[in-house]
C-alpha cells in the first residue's frame, strides 16, 4: 500500500484484525489495544531547549492485537508490506540487534525488561494507518500501542510518566534514535477535543481544550514528501547554536530567557546564534499563548501564532525549504487561517488551519501549486485532535 493509499484508509475495525490475527497465528488474541500518531501544533526546537511544546493525538491509530505465550518466543507480523512474521526470542533482545519495523515492540519489550516488568513471550499483529514517515510520529504510535497492551497484559501498573520514559529509553538505547518526550507523551495522554501542553522542564503534561470542528475547521496536514532523513547536520547545529547561546546568557537552558531579555541578548551573541535564539524563546511565549487562546477564545484565535511560527523557523531558524514555504503561503493565500511547517524541519509536513468551507480550495491550490513549481504531489490530508492510547478489545 502507497503511503497516500494509507494516509486515506480507514482503520481495520479491531473485529477484522481480531480475525486476521487468528488466522496468522492459530489462536484468538487476548486483546486488541491502540495508539495515536500526533502532530504538534506549535513549538518546535523548544523541547531540547528544556521549554514548551503543544502536540495532539490525531485520528490515525496504530493497533496492536496481542497473545501472551507461555514461552520465550515471539512473533510480529505487521499488515504493512510483506515482511512476514518475524521470530525472535526474549533472550535474544539486545540493542542494535533488531531490524526494521520490529525493533520498535521490540525496544519497548526490552525497556521494560530493564525496569524489571516480567515480560511474556508474545504473538502480535500490527495493523496502523498512521502514515509512515510524514512527521505524524508512526513509530512512537507502534511503541505506545504495544506497551500499553504490555502494561496491561503483566499488570504492571505503570504510570503514563513511567510508559513516557521507558518508551524514550527503547528508542534512545534499543532504536538509538535520539529523541524525546513529545510523541509519545501525546500518544499516550492524548484525550479527545485537547492538546497535550508540555513542560519539557520538568516533564508535567496539562490538557488543554483544542477542538476544530465545533469552531468550523479543519487542520489539514501538508505532506510534503521531502525526506528530511538527510537533516542530521541541520540539527546537530541547531542544537550547538541553542547551547551556545545559554552558555552566553549564562543560562541553565534558553528556557530560561525570556522576549523582554532578547535586547541585551543580541548584544552578546553572534548574529546567527541571536537569530537562533530568538526563534526558540519567541517560540515557547508562541505556546504559550496559544494555550492562552485555546482556553479563552478558542482555535478561530490562533491563526496569527501559527504564522509567526513559520517565519521564525524560515527566517530566524532556517529548517524550512521550499516545498514547506510554498505550502503554507499558497494554504493562507486561499483562505487558510493560519499555517506552518511541523516537525523538525528540512522537510516533512506542513499544517494549515482552515474555515471548513475554504477546505476544498486549500487543498486543490495546493495541489496545483506544487504541480506547477515541479514539485512531487503533496498528501493532503484532515486530522482532528483525538483520544489517546486505550485497549479496544
Ligand atoms: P515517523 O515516526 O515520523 O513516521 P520514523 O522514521 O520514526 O518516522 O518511523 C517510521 C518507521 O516506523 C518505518 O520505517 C517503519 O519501520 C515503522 N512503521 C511505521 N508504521 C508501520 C507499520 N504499519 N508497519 C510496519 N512498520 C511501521
Ligand atoms: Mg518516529
Same mark, same amino acid.
Given at each position: 500500500?502507497?503511503?497516500?493509499?494509507?494516509?486515506?484508509?480507514?482503520?481495520?475495525?479491531?473485529?477484522?484484525?481480531?480475525?486476521?490475527?487468528?488466522?496468522?497465528?492459530?489462536?484468538?488474541?487476548?486483546?486488541?489495544?491502540?495508539?495515536?500518531?500526533?502532530?504538534?501544533?506549535?513549538?518546535?526546537?523548544?523541547?531540547?531547549?528544556?521549554?514548551?511544546?503543544?502536540?495532539?493525538?490525531?485520528?490515525?491509530?496504530?493497533?496492536?492485537?496481542?497473545?501472551?505465550?507461555?514461552?520465550?518466543?515471539?512473533?510480529?507480523?505487521?499488515?504493512?508490506?510483506?515482511?512476514?512474521?518475524?521470530?525472535? #526470542?526474549?533472550?535474544?533482545?539486545?540493542?542494535?540487534?533488531?531490524?526494521?519495523?520490529?525493533?520498535?515492540?521490540?525496544?519497548?519489550?526490552?525497556?521494560?525488561?530493564?525496569?524489571?516488568?516480567?515480560?511474556?513471550?508474545?504473538?502480535?499483529?500490527?495493523?496502523? &494507518?498512521?502514515?509512515?514517515?510524514?512527521?505524524?510520529?508512526?513509530?512512537?504510535?507502534?511503541?505506545?500501542?504495544?506497551? #500499553?497492551?504490555? &502494561?496491561?497484559?503483566?499488570?504492571?501498573?505503570?504510570?503514563?510518566?513511567?510508559?513516557?520514559?521507558? #518508551?524514550?529509553?527503547?528508542?534512545?538505547?534499543?532504536?538509538?534514535?535520539?529523541?524525546?518526550?513529545?510523541?509519545?507523551?501525546?500518544?499516550?495522554?492524548?484525550?479527545?477535543?485537547?492538546?497535550?501542553?508540555?513542560?519539557?522542564?520538568?516533564? #508535567?503534561?496539562?490538557?488543554?481544550?483544542?477542538?476544530?470542528?465545533?469552531?468550523?475547521?479543519?487542520?489539514?496536514?501538508? $505532506?510534503?514528501?521531502?525526506?528530511?532523513?538527510?537533516?542530521?547536520?541541520?540539527?546537530?547545529?541547531?542544537?550547538?547554536?541553542?547551547?551556545?547561546?545559554?552558555?552566553?546568557?549564562?543560562?541553565?537552558?534558553?528556557?530560561?530567557?525570556?522576549?523582554?531579555?532578547?535586547?541585551?541578548?543580541?548584544?552578546?551573541? $553572534?548574529?546567527?546564534?541571536?537569530?537562533?535564539?530568538?526563534?526558540?524563546?519567541?517560540? &515557547?511565549?508562541?505556546?504559550?499563548?496559544?494555550?492562552?487562546?485555546?482556553?479563552?477564545?478558542?482555535?478561530?484565535?490562533?491563526?496569527?501564532?501559527?504564522?509567526?511560527?513559520?517565519?521564525?523557523?524560515?527566517?530566524?531558524?532556517?529548517?524550512?525549504?521550499?516545498?514547506?514555504?510554498?505550502?503554507?503561503?499558497?494554504?493562507?493565500?486561499?483562505?487558510?487561517?493560519?499555517?506552518?511547517?511541523?516537525?523538525?524541519?528540512?522537510?516533512?509536513?506542513?499544517?494549515?488551519?482552515?474555515?471548513?468551507?475554504?477546505?476544498?480550495?486549500?487543498? $486543490?491550490?495546493?495541489?496545483?501549486?506544487?504541480?506547477?513549481?515541479?514539485?512531487?504531489?503533496? $498528501?493532503?490530508?484532515?486530522?482532528?485532535?483525538?483520544?489517546?492510547?486505550?485497549?479496544?478489545?
Amino acid at each position: 500500500m502507497s503511503t497516500q493509499d494509507q494516509a486515506t484508509a480507514a482503520p481495520a475495525a479491531h473485529g477484522d484484525l481480531r480475525a486476521r490475527f487468528e488466522q496468522e497465528f492459530g489462536s484468538a488474541p487476548d486483546g486488541v489495544w491502540q495508539a495515536p500518531g500526533r502532530v504538534n501544533l506549535i513549538g518546535e526546537h523548544t523541547d531540547y531547549n528544556e521549554g514548551f511544546v503543544l502536540p495532539f493525538a490525531i485520528d490515525r491509530t496504530a493497533r496492536v492485537a496481542v497473545a501472551v505465550r507461555r514461552d520465550s518466543t515471539v512473533r510480529l507480523l505487521s499488515t504493512y508490506g510483506d515482511q512476514g512474521v518475524v521470530t525472535t #526470542t526474549l533472550e535474544a533482545l539486545r540493542p542494535g540487534t533488531a531490524k526494521g519495523w520490529t525493533k520498535y515492540p521490540l525496544g519497548v519489550m526490552w525497556a521494560l525488561r530493564e525496569r524489571g516488568v516480567g515480560v511474556p513471550g508474545l504473538d502480535l499483529l500490527l495493523d496502523s &494507518n498512521v502514515p509512515l514517515g510524514a512527521g505524524l510520529s508512526s513509530s512512537h504510535a507502534i511503541e505506545c500501542a504495544v506497551i #500499553t497492551a504490555l &502494561n496491561d497484559l503483566t499488570g504492571a501498573g505503570l504510570a503514563a510518566e513511567d510508559m513516557v520514559l521507558a #518508551t524514550q529509553r527503547a528508542e534512545n538505547d534499543f532504536v538509538g534514535a535520539p529523541t524525546g518526550i513529545m510523541d509519545q507523551s501525546a500518544s499516550l495522554r492524548g484525550s479527545k477535543g485537547h492538546a497535550v501542553f508540555l513542560d519539557c522542564r520538568d516533564q #508535567t503534561a496539562h490538557l488543554v481544550p483544542f477542538e476544530t470542528e465545533p469552531a468550523g475547521l479543519a487542520l489539514l496536514v501538508i $505532506d510534503t514528501k521531502v525526506s528530511h532523513s538527510h537533516a542530521d547536520g541541520g540539527y546537530a547545529s541547531r542544537r550547538a547554536s541553542c547551547e551556545l547561546g545559554a552558555e552566553v546568557m549564562g543560562v541553565k537552558a534558553l528556557r530560561d530567557i525570556e522576549v523582554a531579555d532578547l535586547d541585551e541578548a543580541s548584544g552578546l551573541l $553572534d548574529e546567527v546564534t541571536f537569530r537562533r535564539v530568538r526563534h526558540v524563546v519567541t517560540e &515557547n511565549d508562541r505556546v504559550l499563548q496559544t494555550v492562552e487562546l485555546l482556553g479563552g477564545p478558542g482555535p478561530g484565535a490562533i491563526g496569527p501564532l501559527l504564522d509567526a511560527s513559520h517565519a521564525s523557523m524560515r527566517d530566524d531558524f532556517e529548517i524550512s525549504c521550499p516545498e514547506l514555504d510554498l505550502a503554507v503561503d499558497t494554504a493562507k493565500a486561499h483562505g487558510a487561517i493560519g499555517a506552518r511547517m511541523t516537525g523538525g524541519g528540512f522537510g516533512g509536513a506542513a499544517i494549515a488551519l482552515t474555515p471548513v468551507d475554504a477546505e476544498r480550495k486549500v487543498r $486543490d491550490a495546493v495541489a496545483k501549486a506544487f504541480a506547477q513549481a515541479g514539485f512531487a504531489a503533496p $498528501d493532503i490530508f484532515t486530522v482532528s485532535p483525538a483520544a489517546g492510547a486505550t485497549r479496544i478489545a
